[in-house]
């Protein structure tokens, strides 16, 4: 038997796309939480108000808004879920992130034969996969085109694309759903907590999905927003899904949402964590406190500081996300990015590879909302360039950055 030594993490500055950097506030509030059961009642408090901070993040009027427990994934398996065997699915894929989703629904799709064919990845004939090109967006035309030719019952993308860095046409997807009587299905995963918008004004989408760990910053494994509109609820309960613990009419029920309405007192779904609900609840406290317009420009601006001055290094810039740049090195070190990550990294500068092919560099200002910050990440991302070879002034790209905070300022 081995017991190791206590597992120590340092402080690193996560400056990738995601987790962003938690705020003290929600530390505190996760180790100040007193030990309390799952159905005490300020715990039970905390998910109602959780529930009801959630539509105002989101935007929404929706009954079914709540946490799934666990990461991004486990609120998109509880949405994907609604998916059937046999059910037609048109999903678009422009990275990573919605290859991923894609591959879940072409799962959740399959019949028992498509599993028995290839379970690891199947490709059932009923889900068609539009695949947009690594660093391209999806738009309104390339999903009105696909929804038009394969008339499915559901269609699936992801907003704001985390592998590529780019956000997809949101609007003209929910256009297209609307046109063709197609139910969309969004991956907000990257875009809940940066990006201004109610997910209402999109009545194409019935179920939207995030994480704990990007914009909404709540890192202590907590909760993965999710919002099912009524039709979405009454087309699952008339079909149901396969899965208890991620059922969303099971799951809602521990945060006061029983038989179609708000009630105060919820009922045992599973063991939630006092130490989760707090930092959660505070984590929530914190984005509608800051505004979400405000955090939304915030986030532009920055960005707008951050790309300005990585083109200046000689990189080349090809995402357009508010909380992310995607970027190639300048010619010099280009096929050195796995390199020149690992090199940060291991200077507790956690900046990010991309994970699927070509390979790029992915730095993110989760949480990096001030010039201080924006101008750390900046000069430790050219140290990490300097000490690979790339020929530019250091002190000219941070004279420039200042500059431009002067002037907005
Ligand atoms: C990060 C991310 C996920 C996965 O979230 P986890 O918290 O790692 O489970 C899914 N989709 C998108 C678009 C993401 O950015």
């Not at 609307?178 to 209402?200: C, R």
């Amino acid at each position: 038997m081995t017991v190791f030594p206590a597992l120590e993490i340092p402080e690193t500055l996560a400056a990738g796309p995601g987790p962003g950097n938690t705020d003290p506030r929600v530390l505190e509030a996760f180790a100040k939480a007193g030990v309390a059961d799952h159905m005490q009642a300020d715990v039970l408090r905390g998910m109602i108000e959780a529930k009801h901070m959630l539509r105002d993040l989101w935007g929404t009027k929706n009954l079914f808004t709540f946490g799934v427990a666990g990461t991004g994934w486990s609120g998109l398996d509880s949405m994907e879920g609604l998916i059937l065997p046999g059910d037609k699915v048109v999903s678009f894929v422009n990275g990573t992130f919605s290859g991923i989703d894609d591959l879940t629904i072409r799962i959740k799709a399959s019949a028992l034969e498509d599993l028995a064919a290839d379970s690891l990845d199947p490709h059932p004939a009923n889900v068609h996969t539009v695949s947009v090109p690594h660093g391209q967006s999806v738009t309104a035309e390339i999903v009105d085109a696909a929804l038009a030719e394969h008339k499915p019952m559901w269609a699936f993308m992801a907003h704001w694309e985390t592998g590529s860095g780019r956000v997809n046409d949101i609007q003209g997807f929910s256009d297209a759903c609307v046109k063709h009587g197609v139910m969309g299905l969004v991956d907000a995963v990257s875009s809940l907590g940066v990006g201004d918008f109610n997910i209402d004004d999109y009545p194409g989408v019935v179920a939207w999905a995030s994480c704990p760990q990007k914009g909404v910053l709540s890192l202590p494994l907590t909760y993965a927003p999710v919002s099912f509109t009524d039709n979405a609820i009454e087309l699952l309960k008339a079909r149901g899904c396969y899965s208890f613990v991620h059922n969303p009419i099971f799951e809602a029920r521990h945060w006061g949402i029983i038989e179609g309405k708000d009630v105060d007192t919820p009922s045992y779904h599973r063991t939630h964590s006092g130490y989760a609900v707090a930092a959660f609840h505070e984590a929530l406290r914190i984005i509608l406190g800051y505004g979400r317009g405000r955090k939304a420009s915030d986030y532009k601006y920055h960005e707008a500081a951050l790309r300005q001055a990585v083109e200046a290094m000689g990189c080349e810039v090809t995402s357009n996300m508010p909380s992310l740049i995607v970027l190639n090195l300048p010619g010099k070190l280009a096929g050195r990015e796995k390199e020149l990550v690992q090199g940060a990294r291991s200077q507790g500068f956690g900046i990010w590879p991309t994970l699927s092919e070509p390979v790029q560099v992915r730095i993110g200002i989760l949480n990096q909302l001030t010039p201080e910050q924006i101008t750390e990440i900046t000069s430790r991302f050219a140290d990490a360039m300097l000490a690979m070879g790339a020929e530019f002034d250091k002190a000219t790209v941070l004279n420039q950055l200042k500059s431009y905070y002067a002037k907005a300022a």
